[in-house]
């Protein structure tokens, strides 16, 4: 079975998150076309991190775009690998940082 998801944040103010294990603040798994969007943060995405892989995000699946528009994003740590953005699979990567 093939799922599909789409999710944007819009004037968000994301901070100070830990994972036990993978993706600091957000896990995208599964199978089927998906999109994660950040879109005019209030203030910058700062400071996650994950005891595993990708501080701020893990992706497990091949089909997920990730993009960003007046979204800045700084202070990532992973234990392991990648420390903003980590995954067996990655889409394409679009941002930009006003």
Known sequence: ????????????????G???HYGGAIYSGGTGAASISFASCSNPVYYFESYLDG???????????LSSSGCCFNHFKAVGWGGFIQGTYAGSIASTCT
Do not use: C, D, E, H
């Not at 079975?1 to 100070?16: D, E, G, K, L, R």
């Not at 501080?55 to 775009?65: P, V």
């Open 18 to 20: 830990k994972a036990r």
């Open 55 to 65: 501080g701020f995000l893990y992706i497990a699946n091949s089909q997920t775009t």
């Open 1 to 16: 079975m093939m799922n599909t998801a789409s999710v944007t944040f819009t004037s968000i103010t994301m901070q100070q």
